[in-house]
């Protein structure tokens, strides 16, 4: 589970970033003169969870350390339209060479987080968790499974090396699904297995295999209830996950049938960015 990032991570994300867009230097902030001292705010235009405070910290404190920043607003808590998010101070120059760059992890980040919060909030009172994928965006992976975790969501496996996801081409190549779990609990002692399944047969073979996390790709409600019956009776030998074309619309009767966990793709590859914007108060 991410809480918190690295801010060595941070730093290099945020370096790569300023780098693209600096390129050789910035012309156009390069027209106010040199000595120039200014004030502004972010301004949020819409409802949304705020997340990425640290990559807007660090371009600004990358670019120049006299800026100083004043959150109005932090990490996990909702932004409200036309209000103040943050207050900067300090020379004009590098404030308007950071703008794009701290706006561009903000709004991504802060997406992530809103979409994320809006299936938590879908399938409030129940027992069900919503998870995140690595439906990522290249290069922002842990930043987006923060942001996740700021909107209220958990966080799925980081990557490959952290639990065994068998889907359905890795049974293809192993030659079935109890092939794969044994071969899974030989290779990688000690780390989560979970399968993916595409029917009810699949399921029981997975549950028989001994799976800690079975995966219901695309069954229907009726088979959602039905795995879940199936495995209560045998003691919750596995904890369930739904996962295929959830939209908020079916998330909560998703949610009902049962399943443990419900992964959303879209939490991260869908994000459409929120809107914000910096606008200079005073310059002296």
């Not at 979970?194 to 001994?210: I, K």
Request: aromatic share 4%; glycine share 8%.
């Amino acid at each position: 589970m991410i809480e918190r990032l690295d801010s060595n991570l941070i730093a290099r994300q945020v370096a790569a970033a300023l780098a693209e867009d600096m390129g050789a230097g910035d012309v156009t902030a390069a027209l106010v003169p040199d000595a120039q001292q200014v004030r502004a705010q972010v301004i949020a235009r819409e409802p949304a969870i705020l997340c990425g405070t640290d990559w807007v910290d660090a371009t600004f404190k990358q670019l120049d350390s006299a800026i100083s920043l004043d959150w109005q607003v932090h990490d996990g808590e909702r932004m409200l339209p036309d209000t103040p998010v943050l207050r900067l101070a300090g020379p004009a120059r590098p404030i308007l060479t950071g703008e794009r760059t701290a706006l561009n992890f903000l709004q991504t980040l802060s997406a992530t987080a809103t979409a994320a919060n809006r299936f938590v909030e879908a399938v409030a009172g129940t027992s069900c968790q919503i998870l995140d994928t690595r439906k990522t965006l290249p290069g922002l992976r842990l930043a987006q499974k923060y942001a996740a975790r700021c909107g209220g969501a958990r966080n799925h496996r980081l990557g490959l090396y952290d639990m065994v996801l068998i889907k359905e081409n890795h049974i293809i190549a192993a030659g079935s699904i109890a092939t794969a779990i044994a071969t899974a609990r030989r290779t990688s002692p000690g780390i989560p297995v979970e399968v993916e399944v595409e029917s009810l047969d699949e399921f029981d073979q997975a549950l028989d295999g001994g799976a800690d996390i079975i995966m219901l790709d695309e069954l229907s409600s009726d088979d959602m209830r039905t795995a879940v019956a199936i495995n209560r009776e045998r003691g919750g030998l596995a904890k369930l996950e739904a996962s295929g074309s959830v939209t908020l619309a079916t998330v909560r009767d998703i949610a009902l049938t049962g399943v443990d966990y419900i992964s959303i793709g879209g939490i991260t590859k869908h994000v459409q960015a929120v809107d914000l914007s910096m606008r200079f108060e005073f310059a002296a």
